[in-house]
């Protein structure tokens, strides 16, 4: 008996500081503890979670949805539902492997504050003058964040995207503005964004606030889709412009609602 569990003994300190390898013979260090060597089509197949109510320690009790646990730190699991490769922080579940690299293909900006106004009015033979705003929108990129980012590395300066690879491109618009419209103007003031493409003018994206006397705030989103070119340098500008007698005055982006995207489809 004694013998037995000398070796049993024996055996648990072996596997305890013992190196493994598989998929090979030779460690390619001696820090590693387990090697998996690729040796044709051998792969790891990770344990497999068929949603995210299916991970360890899921709690739909908890805000964050997962119970904390530090001694299961570093899990990694496969979720089916969102076919992504998750891992347990200690805390909750995220995405274990974000590449940023050629095979993403976005490019999303924050939209920068700006203020507009316009002044319509007539003369006596009632034909409409204004003095109105025009100008292109500024942008920015913020660093460290998860929903702002230049995948596609064409963001050229704070008014421009370069497009570095020609195909069919989605671009998505989100802006928040606010301010007053004041007057006699049965239209509302118009708020148009023009999507400029090499100085020529490509697709257009319009809304307009509350006719009359208005103080409000206002949210415009929109989609379009354009064939761009490597090269081809895309800018967007504001329009404010009333019809009739009134005046208006709006402050434009500077808000988490605020960005534009461009996404390469084709």
Do not use: H
């Amino acid at each position: 008996m004694k013998k037995y569990l000398a070796f049993i003994g024996m055996l648990g300190f072996m596997l305890a500081n013992s190196q493994v390898v598989i998929g090979g013979s030779t460690l390619s260090s001696t820090n590693t503890q387990l090697e998996l060597q690729n040796s044709g089509q051998k792969v790891l197949i990770l344990p497999v979670a068929e949603n995210e109510t299916v991970l360890p320690k899921y709690n739909i009790a908890q805000p964050d949805k997962y119970d904390d646990d530090a001694t299961m730190e570093a899990m990694l699991m496969y979720n089916k539902g969102e076919s992504l490769t998750k891992v347990y922080d200690g805390t909750k579940w995220k995405q274990a492997f974000n590449a940023k690299n050629k095979s993403t293909t976005w490019t999303r900006a924050s939209i920068n504050s700006t203020n507009m106004t316009c002044l319509s009015t007539s003369d006596l033979f009632g034909q409409l003058l204004q003095l109105c705003s025009s100008d292109n929108l500024k942008f920015s990129v913020p660093s460290n964040s998860s929903q702002f980012s230049d995948y596609l590395s064409v963001v050229r300066d704070s008014e421009t995207f370069r497009i570095r690879q020609k195909g069919l491109y989605r671009i998505n618009f989100n802006v928040l503005f606010s301010g007053f419209t004041a007057g006699f103007d049965f239209n509302g003031a118009r708020i148009t964004i023009v999507v400029v493409v090499n100085g020529e003018e490509k697709a257009y994206m319009s809304g307009i606030a509350s006719p009359f006397i208005n103080v409000g705030n206002y949210l415009v989103s929109t989609d379009s889709v354009l064939f761009l070119d490597v090269n081809n340098d895309v800018r967007f500008r504001l329009v404010l412009d009333g019809s009739s007698w009134s005046i208006s005055s709006y402050g434009f982006g500077g808000s988490a609602e605020s960005s534009v995207s461009i996404e390469r489809m084709l």
